[in-house]
């Protein structure tokens, strides 16, 4: 039986967080730079195409851009291998396109959020290299992790630890005279070697790179792994296999030690001395949402990414249950919220909801974006999912380019005990045009095909539908900024049937239907926006709506 809904929230004349800093309840968007938009024709995305189509991000209606890694790099691992970190990869541009990319982003209202990647450099870095040629034990070689191995002649590593992408996190050197030497630490691929964050020439370092581009005039960074800069004292075993599954459930010798708060509350110290609102994001899995909590005291960094929220099933109680515990963390901290569905790093969510009904992904996709832009905090959108792009499941193997693809388990054998290796198939180059090669993203191809009906899911395409996704979320963001009861602040619960999700925010009402079939409520307020159309009971003031399957509504009250 239908419960009744109620509120006793007033409506506010502003936003809670007006004045607080914009990044509380910034809406912002992730651009993939290889797949968003390829300026040169070389089937690959670079900030000359990023910073043509920024009008496409402000028309859509978000606060910042977070750029991925466009520095220079052997690109072992999509640019997250970073050789300099104060130049930018002639595959993505030059230190002056990234200049205007940033100007023109300010002159068109929109911050922009660089990535720094701390826990490990690419193995063609000066250091490492310079690292490779000292002796065991040498200076260089101190600001990685460097050990003998174990065993008699040293032909075991030194602990059991397992590379997040599958594999032994240890690769063991040569000496010039072609005897094997000591083992280096890699959390992820071979070519990316772990820093040792207890030298002080590694924190100067980041320091530096820092105010290089802050003085550039970047609004912030997206930290890598932010988790992993600090490893437990004596790099102690684990003692069992397929330790990346552990990622996010407990804390681990080398993921969430205590030790890296000190290093972000020292950058924190270093945002805060430039204008402007400058932020740190954390990348960060914790087993709790009061542990990743910790990454956002008032001392530390500005937001942290909710992978909670991200993992979160298809089901209205577990959806309420996070979203519960995360606002709860971050408040017993006074920072805000994020919420994301989607990244470079994971199956799109039209793909994940989807199980066996026609369309059933993308109708809970477009349901769960107005869920999301309803809740207290930030939002991150992950480029294309304002599209309704679905994962790329069918790409041939000699196209894949994940690193974790091309590694195989401990024991040798067929398999993975890291990451899936599958993560090209949300990186797939983005549609802008119904025509052409690669759907407007470039004069020449794309470095991975799309599929043959991304056409119609073009911004082309979608552009004037009221139906399509995209203008639901130009429709959705537009009343967020209107609304003054959106953005960070104050949330209630409303009673609401089995399967169906429904929240209060000052002067608004959401209502989000998890189930196969429709349900029949009471009429919330006026209808402002819906993914899926809405019926109403009969008579001219209907006291009862039928919110379709798998869809969301927004209210006025």
Known sequence: MTQELTTSLQAEPVRPSEGLGWWRDAVIYQVYVRSFADSDGDGIGDLRGARERLPHLARLGVDAVWLTPF???????????????????????????????????H?????VIVDVVPNHTSDQHPWFRSALADRPRGAARERYHFLPGRGVDGELPPN?????FGGPAWTRTTHPDGTPGEWYLHLFAPEQPD????????????????????????????IDVAHGMVKAAGLPDIGHTEQAKLIGSQVLPFFDQDG??????????????YP??????????????????????????????????????????????????????????????????????VVRHTTRYATDSPGQGLRRARAAALLTLALPGSTYLYQGEELGLPEVTDLPDELRQD????????????????QDGFRDGCRVPIPWARSGASCGFGPGGSWLPQPADWADLSVEAQTGDPGSTLELYRAALALRRELPGLGDGRMTWLGAPAGVVALSRPGFVCTLNTLGEEVELPVPGRALLSSAPLAY?????????????????????
């Open 107 to 111: 002159e068109l209202g929109l911050k």
């Open 71 to 105: 520095y220079a790099s052997p690109q072992a691992d999509g640019g997250y291998d970073v050789a300099d970190y104060r130049a930018v990869d002639p595959l993505f541009g030059t230190l002056g396109d990234a200049d205007d990319l940033v100007r023109t982003a």
């Open 537 to 557: 009971g009969a008579g001219p003031a209907p006291a009862t709506v039928r919110i379709p399957a798998d869809s969301c509504a927004w209210w006025a009250i």
């Open 160 to 164: 059991d630890w397992e590379s997040v």
């Open 403 to 418: 690193p974790a693809f091309f590694r195989t388990s401990a024991d040798g054998q067929d398999g993975q005990d890291g």
């Open 260 to 273: 890296v708060h000190e290093i972000h509350r020292s950058w924190r110290l270093l945002l805060d001395s």
């Open 276 to 345: 402007g609102d400058r932020i740190g994001v954390a990348e960060a899995w914790a087993p709790s949402a009061e542990r990743l909590a910790l990454y956002v005291r008032p001392d530390e960094l500005h937001q942290a990414f909710n992978f909670q929220f991200l993992k979160c099933p298809w089901d209205a109680a577990a959806m309420r249950a996070v979203i519960d515990e995360s606002l709860a963390a971050t408040a017993s901290v006074g920072a805000p919220t994020t919420w994301v569905l989607s990244n470079h790093d």
């Open 195 to 222: 820093l040792n964050w207890e030298r002080p020439e590694v924190r100067e370092e980041f320091d530096s790179v820092l105010r290089f581009w802050l003085d550039l005039g970047v609004d912030g960074f997206r």
